[in-house]
């Protein structure tokens, strides 16, 4: 999630401050967006210390004052080499709370990293847009659904799975079809908000089978057993 940044923090650049637009599974988000900037922080000695956040369930931290002492604190140097600045669900804040931000986003200074979130581009104003680098982040929500598969993951998922164990055990299975089930398996699990432990599993697993050769068969048949 975090290269693009990792690599500028590298080569001692400023940073333009960053967007992660994600899809409608909060949750699952922001545990590896923590996980993963708590990661990239350790690997450049900066600790929780210098992190900052106005965090999303925090109906406090979406007013104009609370959002003006949190960017007051960029005007201080930081501890160590850089400090983190996260606004989660930037586009809860009002206008003018935005507004408030412009200046710090305009010019964060070498030593401040700014972070923005949203689940969307459509609250947040131009004039914030047009200052921050958008990256991406949508992935359960973009897999289409194979229907043959979405029938039996949900018979499966009520205590019948018979038809998918036959399916898939007794017969020779192409590459493409391992990975039409497991996406429409993660798809299935992602909408039914059931099996959270295996979303992000199921998510590497795929893209091991399409990027480095994973052995598509062993993984299918492992999340069949698991259902």
């Given at each position: 999630m975090f290269q693009k940044l990792r690599e500028q923090i590298i080569k001692g650049e400023q940073i333009t401050p960053f967007l992660f637009v994600y899809n409608d599974v909060s949750e699952l988000f922001y545990e590896r967006f923590w996980r993963e900037l708590m990661t990239l922080c350790a690997e450049f000695w900066v600790d929780t210390?210098?992190?900052?956040?106005?965090?999303?369930?925090?109906?406090?931290?979406?007013?104009?004052?609370?959002?003006?002492?949190?960017?007051?604190?960029?005007?201080?140097?930081?501890?160590?080499?850089?400090?983190?600045?996260?606004?989660?669900?930037?586009?809860?804040?009002?206008?003018?709370?935005?507004?408030?931000?412009?200046?710090?986003?305009?010019?964060?200074?070498?030593?401040?990293?700014?972070?923005?979130?949203?689940?969307?581009?459509?609250?947040?104003?131009?004039t914030i847009l047009s200052r921050v680098q958008v990256e991406y982040s949508w992935v359960y929500k973009t897999y289409e659904k194979n229907m043959f598969f979405l029938n039996h993951i949900e018979e499966a998922l009520m205590g019948d799975k018979k038809i998918l164990v036959r399916y898939f055990f007794s017969q020779k299975i192409e590459k493409q079809e391992y990975l039409d089930f497991l996406k429409t398996l993660l798809y299935t699990l992602?909408?039914?908000?059931?099996?959270?432990?295996?979303?992000?599993?199921?998510?590497?697993?795929?893209?091991?089978?399409?990027?480095?050769?994973?052995?598509?068969?062993?993984?299918v048949d492992r999340y069949i057993l698991e259902l």
């Open positions: 210390y210098s992190v900052y956040s106005l965090l999303r369930d925090n109906p406090e931290s979406h007013k104009i004052a609370s959002v003006k002492e949190f960017i007051h604190k960029g005007d201080e140097s930081p501890r160590q080499a850089f400090q983190v600045f996260v606004f989660e669900d930037f586009g809860r804040l009002t206008p003018q709370s935005q507004n408030a931000c412009l200046k710090f986003i305009e010019e964060p200074g070498k030593s401040n990293i700014i972070i923005l979130t949203a689940p969307s581009l459509q609250a947040i104003l131009d992602v909408e039914k908000w059931t099996h959270l432990h295996l979303h992000e599993k199921l998510h590497d697993d795929i893209q091991g089978i399409e990027s480095n050769n994973f052995i598509a068969r062993s993984i």
